[in-house]
């Protein structure tokens, strides 16, 4: 039988957590960690605090011992001995009986036995005895010095008071510690809320964002921190989105709009020939659907070489002659291009060829009486030039031809002007290849640049 998913102990916790909102994981793990600190620092203190209290009693304890060892080799200790504080001391004479000692003590058996007397005092370190057999309050810290004549001094005192110390010490840091972490806690709850509010408001203004309010903008926060530097990119995102989608809206409408006149005219050609068919000339009216069919042809084959190029991946990338290329398409329109040198780029040989076809297509159908192609090599770069003497472009118009279905008005008054995608196409063509292209005066005449990076030489 499959285990129940539900049941699995590490699946259920992890799950959960994972559930849970990035605020309350946030303040969830901050806190955690602070009580681990603060457990450990609590820890840390108290075992600090309770070394230096005793060393503090043991330097004390020893302290009123060397006195009493003075006292005692000067023959000056009086009976009982005298502390201002609350030391215990035991003076024992050489056979081990004691000899003097404070009112606080036993003055019959000694804090400590022969055998860990010899020790303690060879040692020179303090000992720590359980005072409730000699009827003292709590564990002493016993220290046992050597006087003149084999006398003993032994010097005690409790430590009780240290354990009251950290007792209490203790009481306050468990009642204080949750109370700061829970302070703690409900501060960063506070703080990484509003930090993630500008990201919350992100999110509100990205739900509210529909389809017909493409032009609306998510908040930019006033902070310059990444949240702002994110809504603002998120914003440019839009941007783009928002233009690229004009264009599409617009690529749409015009493809639509150029597509409905061949269509018409086919239509209207073939109503013609049925409604009279007994006078018409099907030869000719086959001859004029078949133009209208090439042109529609001709548009599709264009519509979907600026699909491809949108997408931002050009067919391949080869060494591509283009001394050659030029030659082989110049000659297709009776042509002799000017080689001044040769020239070697990476491309795709039929987008290339395309971007010569277009732009000679275009040379020869404005042309007065001469069109030149030219090819040239400088400085990394290969230009090639395709110059017409027509009546040229006015310097305003030269960057407006380049836009998708744009014709000016001589062109839209010829039959073959086309659908306006040909520079389209070559400036989309030659931007994917890392090139520029633009027009100029040539005086009389238009003249079309490309300029393409040449191929760099491997060795």
Known sequence: MAADPVADPVAGPVAWWRRKSLRFRLTATASAVLALALAASAYVFVGVLGRALLTTIDDEVYRRGREVVALADAGRL???????????????????????????????????????????????????????????????????????????????????????????????????????????????????????????????????????????????????????????????????????????????????????????????????????????????????????????????????????????????????????????????????????????????PLDLGRVLTNLIDNAVRHAATTVTVALRADAGTAELAVTDDGPGIPAEDRERVFDRFTRLDSSRSRDDGGAGLGLAIVRTTVEAYGGTVYLEDASPGLRAVVRLPLRRRTT
């Open 78 to 348: 009086s009976d009982p001995v005298v502390t201002v504080d609350n030391t215990i001391i035991q003076v024992l004479d050489p056979a081990g009986r004691i000899v003097n000692a404070t009112p606080n003590t036993d003055r019959l058996v000694p804090l400590l036995p022969p055998r860990e007397r010899e020790a303690a005092a060879r040692a020179a370190a303090p000992r720590f005895v359980d005072g409730r057999p000699y009827a003292l309050p709590g564990p002493l810290c016993v220290r046992v010095l050597r006087a003149d004549g084999g006398t003993t001094v032994i010097a005690a005192r409790s430590f009780s008071e240290i354990g009251n110390a950290l007792t209490t010490t203790a009481h306050v840091l468990i009642i204080g510690m949750p109370l700061l972490l829970a302070l703690l806690a409900a501060a960063s709850w506070l703080v990484i809320g509003r930090t993630l509010r500008p990201i919350a408001l992100l999110r509100r203004g990205a739900a509210e964002i529909s389809g017909t309010e493409r032009s609306r903008r998510l908040p930019v926060p006033e902070a310059r921190d990444e949240v702002h530097s994110l809504a603002a990119t998120l914003n440019d995102m839009l941007a783009r989105l928002e233009e690229a989608d004009a264009r599409q809206r617009a690529l749409v409408s015009d493809a639509a709009h150029e597509l409905r006149s061949p269509l018409a005219s086919i239509r209207l050609q073939l109503e013609v020939a049925l409604s009279h068919p007994e006078g018409q000339d099907w030869r000719e009216t086959a001859e004029g659907v078949l133009e209208d069919t090439l042109r529609l042809a001709r548009l599709a084959e264009d519509l979907l070489a600026l699909a491809r190029l949108d997408e931002g991946r050009p067919a391949r990338r080869e060494p591509v002659d283009l001394a050659d290329l030029a030659v082989q398409t110049a000659e297709r329109y009776g042509l002799t291009p000017e080689i001044a040198s040769p020239a070697t780029v990476l491309g795709d």
